[in-house]
């Protein structure tokens, strides 16, 4: 088989592996909700639960980048709901800078998103997730992971 048919077949083939940053009393919540609701929602995510979405500093992101994330998404409460009174605050703060950040680095700014989601909200977990999943299936894998190698 010759490089280019490789290179082609490898493309159709890609499976985008999409981190997400779940907030431990909301997103977390919601995905059990899906979960439990019997929501299909794709496999190609990986969920990390974090006790609040203002907690996921823009370097845990870009670290997930360089360890092969192809997207990410920072999950949290809706303004109001959170806990910690402003954490999602935060967060909306810290996605701002994080997306320059991305920028700056040469990443599509698509391949990451930050999302509102309540434990009440499995089927809208379920659809956030299945559309990001084909965002990134569109833009294709992350050039961090082809410059690794992996």
């Known amino acids: 088989m010759s490089k280019a048919a490789s290179v082609k077949k490898s493309e159709k083939e890609f499976e985008p592996k999409v981190l997400v940053f779940a907030c431990n009393w909301c997103s977390y919540a919601g995905a059990d909700t899906a979960g439990v609701s019997r929501l299909e929602y794709s496999p190609n995510?990986?969920?990390?639960?974090?006790m609040c979405s203002g907690r996921v500093h823009p370097?845990?992101?870009?670290?997930?980048?360089?360890?092969?994330?192809?997207?990410?998404?920072?999950?949290?409460?809706?303004?109001?709901?959170?806990?910690?009174?402003?954490?999602?605050?935060?967060?909306q703060e810290q996605y701002g800078?994080?997306?320059?950040?991305?920028?700056?680095?040469?990443?599509?700014?698509?391949?990451?998103?930050?999302?509102?989601?309540?434990?009440?909200?499995?089927?809208r977990f379920a659809k956030v997730i299945n559309d990001f999943v084909e965002t990134i299936r569109t833009l294709g894998p992350s050039p961090l992971v082809k410059r690794n190698g992996r």
């Open 45 to 50: 995510v990986r969920l990390l639960r974090v």
């Open 59 to 91: 370097s845990f992101v870009l670290k997930a980048f360089v360890e092969g994330s192809d997207g990410v998404i920072v999950s949290g409460c809706h303004f109001g709901d959170c806990l910690y009174m402003f954490g999602n605050y935060k967060a």
């Open 97 to 123: 800078k994080l997306k320059s950040l991305v920028e700056l680095i040469g990443l599509e700014p698509d391949r990451i998103a930050l999302e509102w989601i309540s434990a009440a909200e499995g089927p």
